[in-house]
């Protein structure tokens, strides 16, 4: 959507992430199911990805930390939140939500909270709802999170889904800035329901449609067209980076960094070849992390931000697809 010139600027003061200890390589789950290294490298572009403890970690816990190294780099404390989003599919309890109990834990009382559900778009919507709020003046800082224990929620048991997924999380602190040149120069956040079956969750058997009665993946556990997927991710993708350049005057020459879902490394090499984009302008690392769903792009961002690769004079780009089916961009000058 188009962007009214605001008042203000909304600044990225600082970001952070947080990955599990624990790495599960592609060998590793050649030992649990039918499979190999090669197989899963050649189809996705993954060695690697990191996966919760689930006695000691999980979606609240990389949450909180993310979000805290994040209020670390931006000197600031949790009590100078005034909100707090946490993008997540993963959320240990329906209620309360991730949001809240980060907050407590971070001594951001009597800060909002609430957590937004838009699978691997998860942190894109949440920086972009947060941009906005900041913009229409009822907040001046705002921490969002993208996290996922996606291990908690993937059948080991079947390869064609579980292969693809880590644990990670995200996070940036946002506020407001007096400077209105600095922020978000242009947004978009879509979705297309009638693609639902393509990647869900089912709970009970009544939530399965019939096309899908015969796969073998546990209730509780995430499934995926993996053609269906990657056929709308192949064209939705490129369309996305592309609407985003071409509405904020970028070319692949001054477009800074383009900060992708980590989906799978076909799809971003696809996007990129298309839209002309150098290999240094398109970060990746999806073989050393997975698909971490809501968790990559705030990853992503963190590690670019921490290696000086957002430049000032140069804007860059967040885009990411996912379930719902739902996609998202985001164009940012810091």
């Avoid at 899908?212 to 991710?233: C, H, Q, S, T, Y």
């Amino acid at each position: 959507m188009n962007q009214p010139a605001p008042p203000f600027g909304v600044r990225i003061r600082g970001t952070g992430s947080c990955v599990p200890n624990r790495i599960l390589t592609n060998d590793d789950l050649s030992k649990i199911m039918d499979t190999t290294d090669d197989w899963i490298f050649q189809r996705t572009g993954i060695r690697e990805r990191r996966v919760c403890d689930p006695m000691t970690e999980g979606t609240f816990t990389m949450a909180r930390d993310a979000l805290k190294n994040a209020l670390d780099a931006a000197e600031m404390k949790g009590s100078d939140l005034d909100l707090i989003i946490v993008g997540t599919v993963t959320a240990e309890m329906t209620c309360p939500s991730v949001a809240a109990r980060v907050g407590a834990a971070l001594g951001a009382v009597p800060a909002a909270a609430f957590d937004l559900s838009a699978a691997c778009c998860g942190f894109v919507y949440s920086i972009n709802l947060a941009q906005a709020l900041i913009q229409s003046g009822q907040f001046r800082s705002i921490g969002v999170v993208g996290a996922e224990a996606m291990s908690s929620i993937v059948d080991y048991q079947d390869r064609t889904v579980s292969i693809l997924f880590g644990d990670s999380a995200g996070a940036a602190v946002l506020t407001r800035d007096p400077d209105p040149r600095i922020g978000c120069l242009y947004q978009t956040m879509g979705s297309d329901g009638s693609g639902w079956s393509s990647l869900y969750l089912p709970r009970r058997p009544q939530e399965v449609p019939a096309s899908d009665a015969d796969n073998p993946i546990r209730l509780g556990n995430l499934r995926m067209n993996g053609k269906e997927v990657f056929r709308f991710a192949v064209t939705k993708f490129r369309e996305v980076i592309e609407d985003a350049m071409i509405k904020t005057n970028l070319t692949a020459e001054s477009v800074g960094q383009v900060v992708c879902h980590q989906s799978n490394v076909r799809i971003i090499e696809a996007a990129r070849e298309k839209l002309g984009l150098p290999h240094e302008k398109v970060y990746i690392n999806i073989d050393r992390f997975g698909n971490s769903s809501a968790g990559s792009v705030g990853l992503c961002l963190d590690q670019l931000w921490r290696a000086g690769k957002i430049e000032k004079e140069r804007p860059f780009v967040m885009v990411a697809f996912g379930g719902g089916l739902t996609w998202a961009s985001g164009v940012w000058r810091i």
